[in-house]
DNA sequence: CTTATTGTTGACCTATTTCATCAACATAGT
DNA sequence: ACTATGTTGATGAAATAGGTCAACAATAAG
């Protein structure tokens, strides 16, 4: 049950370009350093981002990527789905004709619970919520703390 | 993001179980059948689940398991910390020292945020619960509908 | 006491997914 | 041209999930 890398290091690197809002295009390797994330891998979770409309991204130098959606209109939801898909924790949940028990089931009656739950958190919150939540902690920018 | 399939496989051997309850020992081998479960696999669902104190077995002819607890004490978040361990989205909402940065890291908060929702409802829901939906249903038990 | 029937355990196998790296390529600024 | 950057696809290691099989232990029935 969990969460896979492309979701968190996405988010990670969404949060990490909101916070450098104004300043142009940044680096993927700066994000991929201060995030400590592997830039190669960062580069793969780049396409699905631009496709999404969230980021945009500029070629050679002094390239690097942008936020195209403003911070507080980027739900986790939307990160998620486009780096993840669903999150339905039994695929029947979403599909429900790959079981020929799903209409009797009543365990899937829970697992779309489950899920339902987990949506709520990520819908309700947004990539300016991190932002604040970094700010209420003391810490302005990250690159304070990833030298 | 996806529940193991011993999670899912184990809750309704669960709930299988709760349906012959006083029937005395009901054999693996008709769970298996009744839920659709490989019997070789589904054996290795039962020694957590005793060692969990939920269900005990009887070996030999006439053998089989029976619940232990009653269908009503039986949460389902229990089942899953036996035969899963901790449904967090990530490693470090539970371990924090996995990760350097756990103490200042924002979206580890919203990780937390999210295994609590998925706690919620898997505290929330007995295995009783999930009897009464399948009697709601009109589905008394589930033999008459896996011959 | 023997046998058939059941649960118990551990070794093993396979497919899939995750995570990641590398190299070739495309593009744009200098 | 040259260099710095993003883009894409091939590849692969490692972990995990999912499942099978066979030897073993216990016990009821005859």
């Known amino acids: ?3 896979s890398t492309r979701t968190r290091y996405g988010t990670r690197a969404l ?13 993927l390797k700066d994000i991929a350093r201060q995030q400590q994330i ?8 780049v396409a699905p981002l631009i496709s999404g409309g969230i980021i945009r991204s500029v070629k050679g130098p ?33 599909n ?14 829970i697992w779309t619970e489950v899920k339902d739950a987990m949506n709520g958190v990520l819908e309700a919150t947004t990539i300016q919520d991190l932002v604040e939540r970094q700010k209420a902690k003391g810490l302005p920018g990250s690159s304070m703390y990833y030298i």
């Open 15 to 27: 949060l990490e370009l909101a916070l450098h809002q104004g300043e142009g295009p940044v680096f």
């Open 38 to 45: 592997s830039l190669s891998y960062l580069e793969h979770l």
């Open 62 to 94: 002094k390239g690097g990527v942008t936020l195209v959606k403003k911070p507080e209109d980027i739900r986790l939801m939307e990160i998620t789905l486009l780096l993840e898909g669903s999150i339905a924790p039994v695929e029947c949940v979403d």
């Open 1 to 3: 049950m969990k969460l």
């Open 96 to 109: 429900p004709d790959v079981c020929e028990r799903s209409t009797h089931c009543v365990t899937r009656d």
